[in-house]
């Protein structure tokens, strides 16, 4: 049937029945009010309310999800206990306000000045903020707040935007899913639904007009995409993944604490994909070996600004931090294509996929380019940092990356600031220029990461959003296997690392090819860390090396797969 697609914010399927949070309606008169010292005591026990009741959420957060979550809403009753900020709204009472009015222009005075700060985490104040005001307001005015504690068993909550107060009695064992209209990777509600593990998909355009409260929906949270009113066979293959994905999940955890070996006692390196701090997180709580692929283009992407050095900078260092010295490779800007952001003002292109994207952008604008590798040269103190560079189609561009970094690293060692200044630089081969060039561009760079979204579509001359040519983008077609094996070797060769970071790294088809390859570094998204494990686990090299010769003689993709399912079998 319909399905409606947004951003994979927390993975998982969950089957079952919209229920629509409509935001309770908050609009008041402004009235004038006569005896102030009446109107503070309203506000008082107003935010008094207010805090008793966001205490109490908070310690059902604590139970239910953890510390981490419990002190967002702590922070809450913090924040308004602020005298100062009670003092002010005080003030407009006594200049005539009423309550309402003075709580409504104090809190979006200081949500104003919070979204006006350089760092990120002072920017998202702003939202706890306006969802203070709304508690408050709520008491004041009498209005019940929505109340997802007490919501049925197969519950979607679908809503423009879940703050954390209405996340806060949220029960994982009745709701099986989250759809929101806002929200990003980083947001409130993607850290809450990772963290609940609710199957969640947020920036759904329209989701509250398009889901019809009672609506059956199958939200895939892996995959961005709500499907309303599936018929009986979507319903059950749905049931049987959501089945199969339990059985695998629990069958997998006896590859925690393990090496990543084949069953010939080969050893290979297993990382994760990261788009954000929290991901790293769960890269560690999936038992990854470190980060193989930090897509910094969500830092620029969630927030409404440019982020500076200081809000890249932490957050480098907090990826570095938390893998305690394991490797964190982290990829400067990828932005063109299909990933635009707004406030960079990039001129619409007929071709973005062919133009003025990722490592092309960054060279011609200094400036952006300038504050991400500053950023990244101060975390590299604090970890295994390596910067990796996207979209490269030969040895000048990576030329050119280096010689910026050198100057940057002189710029710190006269100023006396810490840095790596031999930190490693690899490319990404994710062209056909850098995979025919793979000799002469791994003589240059530190390591590979082979980058097998775009290499097949880039290989295959197919753009993956144009459903006509669509059926050719495979990464099981000769053409790409042909180009990763190449690319592979020429690594090897050289004696660098040569790793993947494409979702193909993932697929258990394809890991016995990559064995015979000689790929040395997988990086997957943090929930299919453990499943690549085990299926490195099930190839020794003579196995898969007999099965690499016979798949390299296939000329035709449904060959390819015939052979690598057989195999699998
Ligand atoms: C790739 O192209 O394979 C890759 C990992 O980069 P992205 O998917 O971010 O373009
Ligand atoms: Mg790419």
Known sequence: MAALEGVAASPGLGIGT????????????????????AEKGRL??????F???????AEVVRGRVGDAEAAILEGHVLMISDPFMVAEMDNLIDAGQCAEAALDTVCETFAAMFE??????TRQRAADVRDIKSGVLC??????????????????????????????????????????????MTSHSAILARALEIPAVLAVPDAVQELPEGAQVIVDGGEGVVTVA?????????????EALRREKEALQRFVGKKTVTADGCQVELFGNIGSVEDARAVVDNDGEGVGLFRTEFLFMDGGAMPTEEDQFRAYQQAALIMKGRPVIIRTLDIGGDKDIPYLGLEKEDNPFMGFRAIRYCLAREDVFRTQL???????????????????????????????????????SREGVACNKDVPVGVMIETPAAALMADALAAEADFFSIGTNDLTGY????????????????????????????????????????????????????????????????????????????????????????LAAAVMEAVTPDEVLDLLKAASA
């Not at 919209?18 to 010292?37: G, S, W």
């Not at 805090?51 to 959420?57: C, Q």
């Not at 590299?380 to 490269?392: E, H, K, N, T």
């Open 18 to 37: 919209v229920m629509v949070i409509a935001e309770p309606c908050l609009a008041y008169e402004v009235v004038e009010v006569a005896d102030a010292e």
């Open 44 to 49: 008082h026990s107003a935010i008094e309310a």
């Open 51 to 57: 805090s008793v009741l966001t205490r109490e959420k």
């Open 116 to 121: 006006a700060a350089d760092d990120d985490l």
């Open 139 to 184: 008491q004041l005015l009498g209005v019940r707040e929505v109340d997802v504690s007490r919501v049925p068993r197969g519950t979607v909550l679908v809503t423009h935007d879940l703050v954390p107060s209405m996340t806060a009695g949220l029960d994982r064992d009745n709701v099986v899913g989250i759809v929101t209209e806002t929200g990003g």
């Open 230 to 242: 599936p018929d009986e066979a979507e319903l059950a293959a749905a049931r049987v993944r959501q």
């Open 374 to 412: 500053r950023a990244l040269l101060r975390a590299s103190a604090f970890g295994d940092v390596r910067i990796m560079v996207p979209l490269v189609t030969g040895v000048e561009e990576l030329r050119q990356v280096r010689a910026l970094i050198r100057r940057y690293a002189d710029e710190f």
């Open 459 to 546: 290989t295959m001359a197919v753009d993956r959003g144009n459903d006509r040519v669509r059926y050719l983008y495979s990464t099981f077609n000769p053409a790409v296997l042909r180009s990763i094996r190449s690319v592979i070797a020429a690594g090897t060769e050289a004696g660098i690392p040569v790793g993947m970071c494409g979702e193909a790294a993932a697929d258990p088809l394809l890991i016995p090819l990559w064995i015979s390859f000689g790929l040395t570094e997988y990086s997957v998204g943090p929930a299919s860390i453990l499943a690549t494990r085990a299926a490195i686990a099930g190839w020794n090299h003579e196995k898969a090396r007999a």
